[in-house]
Protein backbone atom coordinates (compact mmCIF):
# COMPACT_ATOMS: atom_id res chain seq x y z
CA UNK A 1 0.00 0.00 0.00
CA UNK A 2 1.11 3.11 -0.85
CA UNK A 3 0.73 5.41 2.51
CA UNK A 4 2.57 3.28 5.08
CA UNK A 5 5.97 3.12 5.54
CA UNK A 6 7.63 0.20 4.65
CA UNK A 7 10.79 0.45 6.99
CA UNK A 8 9.47 0.48 10.98
CA UNK A 9 8.35 -2.29 13.36
CA UNK A 10 5.01 -1.40 13.06
CA UNK A 11 4.21 -1.00 9.45
CA UNK A 12 5.92 -4.41 8.72
CA UNK A 13 3.33 -6.04 11.23
CA UNK A 14 0.69 -4.39 9.22
CA UNK A 15 1.84 -5.25 5.66
CA UNK A 16 1.70 -9.04 6.75
CA UNK A 17 -1.85 -9.29 8.48
CA UNK A 18 -4.04 -6.32 6.24
CA UNK A 19 -6.69 -8.10 4.80
CA UNK A 20 -7.69 -6.64 1.42
CA UNK A 21 -11.19 -5.95 0.81
CA UNK A 22 -11.41 -4.05 -2.93
CA UNK A 23 -15.00 -3.92 -2.07
CA UNK A 24 -14.73 -1.88 1.43
CA UNK A 25 -15.54 2.13 0.42
CA UNK A 26 -12.03 2.47 1.93
CA UNK A 27 -9.16 1.64 0.20
CA UNK A 28 -6.71 -0.83 1.56
CA UNK A 29 -3.97 1.47 2.49
CA UNK A 30 -6.26 2.91 5.57
CA UNK A 31 -5.79 0.85 8.71
CA UNK A 32 -8.39 -0.36 10.49
CA UNK A 33 -8.29 0.98 14.51
CA UNK A 34 -7.67 -2.39 15.88
CA UNK A 35 -5.14 -2.98 12.83
CA UNK A 36 -3.24 0.24 14.20
CA UNK A 37 -3.88 -0.52 18.46
CA UNK A 38 -2.33 -3.95 17.11
CA UNK A 39 0.48 -2.67 15.82
CA UNK A 40 1.34 0.35 18.62
CA UNK A 41 1.00 -2.49 21.31
CA UNK A 42 3.54 -4.44 19.15
CA UNK A 43 6.35 -1.98 19.16
CA UNK A 44 5.56 -0.47 22.74
CA UNK A 45 6.12 -4.16 23.79
CA UNK A 46 9.51 -4.61 22.11
CA UNK A 47 10.58 -1.51 23.60
CA UNK A 48 9.29 -2.49 27.26
CA UNK A 49 11.64 -5.20 27.08
CA UNK A 50 14.54 -3.05 25.74
CA UNK A 51 13.99 -0.53 28.02
CA UNK A 52 13.97 -3.12 31.15
CA UNK A 53 11.35 -1.11 32.87
CA UNK A 54 11.26 -3.81 35.34
CA UNK A 55 15.41 -1.91 36.54
CA UNK A 56 13.43 1.28 36.84
CA UNK A 57 11.61 0.72 40.31
CA UNK A 58 11.41 3.40 43.23
CA UNK A 59 10.05 2.99 46.52
CA UNK A 60 7.83 5.76 47.91
CA UNK A 61 5.63 6.22 51.23
CA UNK A 62 2.08 5.18 50.48
CA UNK A 63 0.53 8.78 50.20
CA UNK A 64 2.69 9.36 46.88
CA UNK A 65 1.72 6.29 45.42
CA UNK A 66 -1.90 7.24 43.97
CA UNK A 67 -2.14 6.70 40.03
CA UNK A 68 1.51 5.55 39.73
CA UNK A 69 2.21 1.40 39.00
CA UNK A 70 2.81 -1.22 41.23
CA UNK A 71 6.28 -2.98 40.14
CA UNK A 72 5.95 -6.38 42.19
CA UNK A 73 2.74 -8.07 43.86
CA UNK A 74 2.22 -7.04 47.27
CA UNK A 75 1.63 -9.96 49.42
CA UNK A 76 -0.55 -10.26 52.42
CA UNK A 77 1.58 -10.64 55.70
CA UNK A 78 -1.48 -10.71 57.94
CA UNK A 79 -4.89 -12.02 58.18
CA UNK A 80 -7.60 -9.06 57.85
CA UNK A 81 -9.35 -9.15 59.79
CA UNK A 82 -6.83 -10.76 62.10
CA UNK A 83 -9.86 -12.13 64.07
CA UNK A 84 -13.14 -12.54 63.72
CA UNK A 85 -15.30 -9.97 65.01
CA UNK A 86 -18.92 -8.20 65.33
CA UNK A 87 -20.43 -6.61 62.10
CA UNK A 88 -23.12 -5.04 64.12
CA UNK A 89 -24.06 -3.45 67.46
CA UNK A 90 -26.00 -6.19 69.17
CA UNK A 91 -24.48 -9.18 71.61
CA UNK A 92 -23.42 -12.40 70.39
CA UNK A 93 -24.10 -15.65 71.52
CA UNK A 94 -23.38 -19.28 70.43
CA UNK A 95 -25.73 -20.46 67.88
CA UNK A 96 -26.52 -23.37 69.60
CA UNK A 97 -29.32 -21.43 71.53
CA UNK A 98 -31.26 -21.17 68.58
CA UNK A 99 -31.71 -24.92 68.40
CA UNK A 100 -34.91 -25.42 70.21
CA UNK A 101 -38.94 -25.50 69.55
CA UNK A 102 -39.68 -22.09 71.22
CA UNK A 103 -40.11 -18.60 69.26
CA UNK A 104 -39.05 -16.75 71.67
CA UNK A 105 -35.06 -16.90 72.77
CA UNK A 106 -33.88 -15.99 75.92
CA UNK A 107 -30.54 -14.89 76.66
CA UNK A 108 -28.45 -13.88 80.32
CA UNK A 109 -25.73 -10.26 79.33
CA UNK A 110 -23.13 -11.46 81.21
CA UNK A 111 -20.13 -8.87 79.71
CA UNK A 112 -19.37 -6.41 77.40
CA UNK A 113 -17.22 -6.32 74.57
CA UNK A 114 -15.87 -2.94 72.74
CA UNK A 115 -14.11 -2.70 69.61
CA UNK A 116 -10.03 -2.81 70.00
CA UNK A 117 -10.93 -4.46 73.87
CA UNK A 118 -7.86 -7.24 73.31
CA UNK A 119 -9.30 -9.76 75.72
CA UNK A 120 -12.97 -11.13 76.16
CA UNK A 121 -14.96 -13.36 78.72
CA UNK A 122 -16.26 -16.57 77.88
CA UNK A 123 -19.60 -17.61 77.70
CA UNK A 124 -21.72 -20.74 78.39
CA UNK A 125 -25.19 -21.93 77.03
CA UNK A 126 -27.90 -19.21 77.24
CA UNK A 127 -25.72 -16.35 77.92
CA UNK A 128 -24.33 -13.84 75.70
CA UNK A 129 -21.95 -10.68 75.18
CA UNK A 130 -22.69 -7.27 74.33
CA UNK A 131 -20.32 -6.36 71.77
CA UNK A 132 -20.07 -3.40 69.50
CA UNK A 133 -19.04 -3.74 65.16
CA UNK A 134 -15.70 -4.66 64.96
CA UNK A 135 -15.26 -5.58 68.89
CA UNK A 136 -13.19 -9.40 68.70
CA UNK A 137 -15.43 -12.08 68.79
CA UNK A 138 -15.93 -14.14 72.03
CA UNK A 139 -14.23 -17.62 71.90
CA UNK A 140 -17.58 -19.49 72.27
CA UNK A 141 -19.94 -17.47 69.88
CA UNK A 142 -20.80 -17.47 66.44
CA UNK A 143 -23.48 -15.30 65.70
CA UNK A 144 -24.68 -11.59 66.55
CA UNK A 145 -27.72 -11.08 67.32
CA UNK A 146 -28.21 -7.04 66.51
CA UNK A 147 -29.74 -4.93 69.08
CA UNK A 148 -32.86 -3.45 67.23
CA UNK A 149 -33.89 -7.34 67.18
CA UNK A 150 -33.71 -7.56 70.73
CA UNK A 151 -35.86 -6.34 73.95
CA UNK A 152 -34.12 -5.89 77.24
CA UNK A 153 -35.86 -7.31 80.57
CA UNK A 154 -34.60 -5.64 83.78
CA UNK A 155 -32.77 -9.11 85.02
CA UNK A 156 -30.10 -8.11 82.81
CA UNK A 157 -32.07 -10.75 80.07
CA UNK A 158 -32.67 -10.37 76.53
CA UNK A 159 -35.55 -11.54 74.44
CA UNK A 160 -35.47 -11.86 70.41
CA UNK A 161 -37.64 -13.66 67.73
CA UNK A 162 -35.73 -16.89 66.43
CA UNK A 163 -36.35 -15.96 62.99
CA UNK A 164 -34.86 -12.65 62.87
CA UNK A 165 -30.99 -14.15 62.86
CA UNK A 166 -29.53 -17.59 61.67
CA UNK A 167 -26.66 -19.28 62.81
CA UNK A 168 -23.20 -17.12 61.57
CA UNK A 169 -24.30 -14.45 60.79
CA UNK A 170 -23.45 -10.94 61.85
CA UNK A 171 -19.81 -12.11 62.00
CA UNK A 172 -16.70 -11.29 59.82
CA UNK A 173 -14.49 -13.76 59.68
CA UNK A 174 -10.97 -13.88 60.22
CA UNK A 175 -9.14 -13.45 56.71
CA UNK A 176 -12.35 -12.65 54.88
CA UNK A 177 -10.81 -9.24 53.04
CA UNK A 178 -7.05 -10.40 52.62
CA UNK A 179 -5.60 -13.91 53.86
CA UNK A 180 -1.83 -14.01 54.54
CA UNK A 181 0.40 -15.10 52.35
CA UNK A 182 -1.92 -14.18 49.26
CA UNK A 183 -1.43 -11.96 46.55
CA UNK A 184 -3.38 -8.52 47.83
CA UNK A 185 -2.60 -6.10 45.21
CA UNK A 186 -1.21 -7.61 41.72
CA UNK A 187 1.85 -5.91 40.30
CA UNK A 188 1.09 -3.82 37.20
CA UNK A 189 -1.74 -2.40 38.95
CA UNK A 190 -2.68 1.29 38.65
CA UNK A 191 -2.67 2.02 42.18
CA UNK A 192 -6.35 3.59 42.55
CA UNK A 193 -7.18 4.99 46.41
CA UNK A 194 -8.82 1.95 47.63
CA UNK A 195 -5.30 0.30 46.71
CA UNK A 196 -3.54 2.50 49.26
CA UNK A 197 -6.04 1.98 51.56
CA UNK A 198 -5.73 -1.79 51.51
CA UNK A 199 -1.98 -1.56 51.42
CA UNK A 200 -2.52 0.92 54.58
CA UNK A 201 -4.42 -2.26 56.14
CA UNK A 202 -2.02 -4.48 55.81
CA UNK A 203 0.73 -2.13 57.66
CA UNK A 204 2.94 -1.49 54.56
CA UNK A 205 4.27 2.00 54.93
CA UNK A 206 5.92 2.22 51.04
CA UNK A 207 5.68 0.38 47.55
CA UNK A 208 7.50 -0.52 44.67
CA UNK A 209 6.44 1.55 41.60
CA UNK A 210 7.66 1.99 38.53
CA UNK A 211 9.86 5.23 37.88
CA UNK A 212 7.60 7.38 35.72
CA UNK A 213 8.14 7.69 32.06
CA UNK A 214 8.88 11.27 30.38
CA UNK A 215 7.30 12.10 27.62
CA UNK A 216 7.91 15.33 25.74
CA UNK A 217 5.41 17.02 23.94
CA UNK A 218 5.70 19.76 21.30
CA UNK A 219 3.40 21.44 18.21
CA UNK A 220 4.18 21.95 15.33
CA UNK A 221 2.69 24.39 12.75
CA UNK A 222 3.75 28.12 11.23
CA UNK A 223 0.06 29.37 11.89
CA UNK A 224 0.60 28.59 16.08
CA UNK A 225 1.12 31.57 18.35
CA UNK A 226 2.34 31.02 21.92
CA UNK A 227 0.12 32.97 24.48
CA UNK A 228 3.07 35.75 25.52
CA UNK A 229 3.04 36.49 21.24
CA UNK A 230 -0.06 38.81 20.68
CA UNK A 231 -2.35 37.38 18.20
CA UNK A 232 -2.47 38.58 14.74
CA UNK A 233 -4.93 37.68 11.67
CA UNK A 234 -3.78 34.31 9.90
CA UNK A 235 -2.31 33.19 13.31
CA UNK A 236 -4.19 30.58 15.98
CA UNK A 237 -3.46 30.12 19.88
CA UNK A 238 -1.30 26.38 20.40
CA UNK A 239 -4.16 24.83 22.09
CA UNK A 240 -2.82 21.23 21.57
CA UNK A 241 0.23 21.14 23.71
CA UNK A 242 -2.51 22.04 26.65
CA UNK A 243 -4.99 19.35 26.19
CA UNK A 244 -1.95 17.16 25.63
CA UNK A 245 0.49 18.40 29.14
CA UNK A 246 -3.69 18.08 30.91
CA UNK A 247 -4.46 15.09 29.73
CA UNK A 248 -0.70 13.52 30.23
CA UNK A 249 -0.47 15.37 33.81
CA UNK A 250 -3.75 13.15 34.88
CA UNK A 251 -2.14 9.72 34.10
CA UNK A 252 1.05 10.99 36.23
CA UNK A 253 3.61 11.25 33.39
CA UNK A 254 6.72 12.91 33.82
CA UNK A 255 6.01 15.87 31.44
CA UNK A 256 8.96 17.61 29.11
CA UNK A 257 7.15 20.47 27.34
CA UNK A 258 9.47 21.52 23.93
CA UNK A 259 7.24 24.28 22.84
CA UNK A 260 6.13 25.35 19.37
CA UNK A 261 8.45 23.59 16.06
CA UNK A 262 7.98 25.83 13.05
CA UNK A 263 7.79 23.63 9.83
CA UNK A 264 11.25 23.28 9.30
CA UNK A 265 13.47 20.39 8.13
CA UNK A 266 16.15 22.76 10.73
CA UNK A 267 13.54 23.21 13.30
CA UNK A 268 12.18 20.08 12.97
CA UNK A 269 15.47 17.77 13.30
CA UNK A 270 16.62 19.98 15.83
CA UNK A 271 13.89 19.57 18.09
CA UNK A 272 12.99 15.82 17.97
CA UNK A 273 16.67 15.46 18.34
CA UNK A 274 16.74 17.00 21.74
CA UNK A 275 13.17 15.70 22.71
CA UNK A 276 14.67 11.77 22.08
CA UNK A 277 17.75 12.29 24.37
CA UNK A 278 15.28 13.30 27.19
CA UNK A 279 12.22 11.83 27.05
CA UNK A 280 11.22 7.73 26.75
CA UNK A 281 8.31 8.96 24.34
CA UNK A 282 7.55 12.28 22.01
CA UNK A 283 3.91 13.31 21.30
CA UNK A 284 3.59 15.76 18.56
CA UNK A 285 0.17 17.44 17.05
CA UNK A 286 0.39 18.80 13.02
CA UNK A 287 2.19 17.99 10.22
CA UNK A 288 1.31 14.80 9.64
CA UNK A 289 -1.77 15.11 7.28
CA UNK A 290 -0.91 14.54 3.57
CA UNK A 291 0.44 17.62 1.69
CA UNK A 292 2.04 18.37 5.38
CA UNK A 293 4.02 15.50 6.28
CA UNK A 294 6.77 16.33 3.94
CA UNK A 295 9.14 17.41 6.46
CA UNK A 296 8.36 15.35 8.65
CA UNK A 297 8.65 12.45 6.76
CA UNK A 298 12.31 13.62 5.86
CA UNK A 299 13.86 14.07 9.41
CA UNK A 300 11.79 10.50 10.54
CA UNK A 301 13.37 8.67 7.89
CA UNK A 302 16.85 10.52 9.08
CA UNK A 303 15.79 9.69 13.04
CA UNK A 304 14.33 6.31 13.11
CA UNK A 305 11.81 3.87 11.58
CA UNK A 306 8.07 6.06 11.34
CA UNK A 307 5.55 4.53 9.09
CA UNK A 308 2.55 7.52 8.70
CA UNK A 309 -1.03 6.13 8.48
CA UNK A 310 -4.11 7.04 6.98
CA UNK A 311 -6.67 4.99 10.13
CA UNK A 312 -10.08 4.23 8.79
CA UNK A 313 -11.75 6.39 11.71
CA UNK A 314 -13.43 10.04 12.12
CA UNK A 315 -11.99 12.38 13.99
CA UNK A 316 -8.00 11.39 13.29
CA UNK A 317 -7.60 9.95 10.21
CA UNK A 318 -3.56 10.81 9.81
CA UNK A 319 -1.19 9.24 12.26
CA UNK A 320 2.41 8.86 12.35
CA UNK A 321 3.86 6.21 14.36
CA UNK A 322 7.26 4.58 15.30
CA UNK A 323 10.42 4.81 17.56
CA UNK A 324 13.31 7.26 16.61
CA UNK A 325 16.77 5.64 17.06
CA UNK A 326 18.62 6.08 20.74
CA UNK A 327 20.51 8.30 21.18
CA UNK A 328 23.29 8.05 24.38
CA UNK A 329 23.05 7.87 27.23
CA UNK A 330 19.84 6.41 26.57
CA UNK A 331 19.55 2.54 25.34
CA UNK A 332 16.60 2.11 24.60
CA UNK A 333 14.54 3.61 21.70
CA UNK A 334 12.21 6.75 21.93
CA UNK A 335 8.98 5.86 20.84
CA UNK A 336 7.32 8.72 18.37
CA UNK A 337 3.35 9.52 18.55
CA UNK A 338 2.40 12.42 15.66
CA UNK A 339 -1.00 13.10 15.86
CA UNK A 340 -3.36 14.78 14.38
CA UNK A 341 -3.52 19.07 14.38
CA UNK A 342 -6.75 19.64 14.76
CA UNK A 343 -7.37 19.85 18.35
CA UNK A 344 -10.83 17.08 19.17
CA UNK A 345 -8.26 15.19 16.62
CA UNK A 346 -5.46 15.06 19.13
CA UNK A 347 -7.89 14.38 22.39
CA UNK A 348 -9.66 10.94 19.96
CA UNK A 349 -6.19 9.81 19.22
CA UNK A 350 -4.50 10.21 22.53
CA UNK A 351 -7.56 8.33 24.05
CA UNK A 352 -7.61 5.70 21.82
CA UNK A 353 -4.10 4.97 20.97
CA UNK A 354 -1.78 7.12 23.20
CA UNK A 355 -3.05 6.58 26.72
CA UNK A 356 -3.01 2.80 26.71
CA UNK A 357 0.15 2.53 25.01
CA UNK A 358 1.77 5.11 27.53
CA UNK A 359 0.42 3.02 30.11
CA UNK A 360 1.84 -0.31 29.13
CA UNK A 361 5.05 0.98 27.98
CA UNK A 362 4.99 2.22 32.09
CA UNK A 363 4.28 -0.95 33.12
CA UNK A 364 0.44 -1.37 33.93
CA UNK A 365 -0.99 -4.17 32.92
CA UNK A 366 -4.95 -4.13 31.63
CA UNK A 367 -4.93 -0.44 31.45
CA UNK A 368 -8.20 -0.88 29.07
CA UNK A 369 -10.99 1.38 29.86
CA UNK A 370 -14.38 -0.45 29.71
CA UNK A 371 -17.60 -0.09 27.62
CA UNK A 372 -20.83 0.44 28.68
CA UNK A 373 -23.62 -0.29 25.98
CA UNK A 374 -26.08 1.86 26.33
CA UNK A 375 -29.31 3.22 23.72
CA UNK A 376 -28.62 5.72 21.42
CA UNK A 377 -31.67 8.58 21.88
CA UNK A 378 -31.37 9.83 18.21
CA UNK A 379 -30.70 8.65 14.80
CA UNK A 380 -26.85 8.88 13.81
CA UNK A 381 -25.53 8.93 10.29
CA UNK A 382 -22.45 6.53 10.26
CA UNK A 383 -20.38 5.42 7.21
CA UNK A 384 -19.61 1.65 7.98
CA UNK A 385 -15.78 0.90 6.82
CA UNK A 386 -14.10 3.36 9.23
CA UNK A 387 -14.75 3.89 13.35
CA UNK A 388 -16.56 7.16 14.35
CA UNK A 389 -15.25 8.69 17.70
CA UNK A 390 -18.64 11.08 18.52
CA UNK A 391 -18.67 13.39 21.47
CA UNK A 392 -21.55 12.35 23.50
CA UNK A 393 -24.14 13.13 26.53
CA UNK A 394 -24.96 10.35 28.77
CA UNK A 395 -28.19 11.24 30.56
CA UNK A 396 -31.57 9.54 31.57
CA UNK A 397 -35.02 9.97 30.61
CA UNK A 398 -37.99 11.28 32.71
CA UNK A 399 -38.32 8.15 33.12
CA UNK A 400 -34.99 7.47 34.58
CA UNK A 401 -33.74 5.17 31.66
CA UNK A 402 -30.15 5.89 30.67
CA UNK A 403 -28.95 7.06 27.13
CA UNK A 404 -26.81 8.74 25.31
CA UNK A 405 -27.08 10.98 22.69
CA UNK A 406 -24.26 13.05 20.80
CA UNK A 407 -23.38 16.74 21.75
CA UNK A 408 -24.21 18.44 18.61
CA UNK A 409 -21.36 19.89 15.75
CA UNK A 410 -18.46 17.17 15.31
CA UNK A 411 -16.41 18.76 13.57
CA UNK A 412 -12.70 18.06 14.09
CA UNK A 413 -11.68 21.40 14.96
CA UNK A 414 -14.76 21.90 17.53
CA UNK A 415 -13.10 21.70 20.86
CA UNK A 416 -16.66 22.77 22.34
CA UNK A 417 -17.84 19.39 21.43
CA UNK A 418 -15.68 17.53 23.35
CA UNK A 419 -15.75 20.02 26.42
CA UNK A 420 -19.40 19.34 26.65
CA UNK A 421 -19.00 15.89 26.31
CA UNK A 422 -19.33 13.14 29.50
CA UNK A 423 -18.44 10.14 26.99
CA UNK A 424 -17.01 8.95 23.57
CA UNK A 425 -19.93 7.49 21.44
CA UNK A 426 -17.81 4.49 19.70
CA UNK A 427 -19.40 3.85 16.19
CA UNK A 428 -17.32 0.59 15.59
CA UNK A 429 -15.37 -0.26 11.84
CA UNK A 430 -18.61 -2.37 10.48
CA UNK A 431 -21.63 -0.17 11.81
CA UNK A 432 -23.60 1.11 9.85
CA UNK A 433 -26.19 3.91 10.31
CA UNK A 434 -27.88 3.95 13.62
CA UNK A 435 -31.70 4.28 14.81
CA UNK A 436 -33.38 5.72 18.09
CA UNK A 437 -32.88 2.95 20.33
CA UNK A 438 -30.09 1.00 19.19
CA UNK A 439 -27.81 -0.06 21.14
CA UNK A 440 -23.79 1.75 20.92
CA UNK A 441 -20.72 1.10 23.32
CA UNK A 442 -19.87 4.04 25.12
CA UNK A 443 -16.37 4.84 26.84
CA UNK A 444 -16.98 7.00 29.70
CA UNK A 445 -14.67 10.26 30.52
CA UNK A 446 -14.58 9.76 34.11
CA UNK A 447 -11.15 7.07 34.11
CA UNK A 448 -10.36 8.91 31.07
CA UNK A 449 -10.01 12.59 31.45
P1 LIG B 1 -2.42 20.00 10.54
O1 LIG B 1 -2.64 18.58 11.00
O2 LIG B 1 -1.09 20.53 10.91
O3 LIG B 1 -2.75 20.14 9.10
O4 LIG B 1 -3.48 20.88 11.34
C1 LIG B 1 -4.87 20.68 11.20
C2 LIG B 1 -5.63 21.83 11.83
O5 LIG B 1 -5.35 21.86 13.23
C3 LIG B 1 -5.26 23.21 11.31
O6 LIG B 1 -6.44 23.97 11.23
C4 LIG B 1 -4.34 23.74 12.36
O7 LIG B 1 -4.33 25.14 12.39
C5 LIG B 1 -4.89 23.15 13.62
N1 LIG B 1 -3.82 22.99 14.61
C6 LIG B 1 -2.63 22.40 14.40
N2 LIG B 1 -1.87 22.43 15.51
C7 LIG B 1 -2.60 23.08 16.46
C8 LIG B 1 -2.37 23.42 17.82
N3 LIG B 1 -1.20 23.10 18.41
N4 LIG B 1 -3.34 24.04 18.50
C9 LIG B 1 -4.51 24.36 17.88
N5 LIG B 1 -4.80 24.04 16.61
C10 LIG B 1 -3.85 23.41 15.88
MG1 LIG C 1 0.10 22.09 10.28
Request: aromatic share 6%; charged share 20%.
Amino acid sequence: PRRISTTGVPCRFILMNKPVNANQEFQSDFLSVTEARNAISTLIQDIQLQAKRSDAIEKLPLKQCLGRILANDILSPINVPATDNSAMDGFAFNSKDLKTDREQIHLRIVGTVYAGQTSVPPTQASECIKIMTGAMMPPDCDTVIPQEFTQLSDEGLITFAKHTVRAGENRRLRGEDLQADKPAIQQGRILKASDIGLAASLGIAELGVYQRIKVAILSSGDELCDMSEPLVPGKIYDSNRFSLHACLSRLGFEIIDCGIVRDTPEDLRHAFTLASQKADVIISSGGVSVGEADFTKQIMDELGEVGFWKIAMRPGRPMAFGSLKPISPKTSPTVFFGLPGNPVAVMVTFYQFVRNALLQLNGALKPEIPLVLVQSAEAIRKKSGRTEFQRGVLFRDSEGKLFVKSTGSQGAGILRSMSEANCFMILHHDQGNIAPGDWVDVEIFDGLL
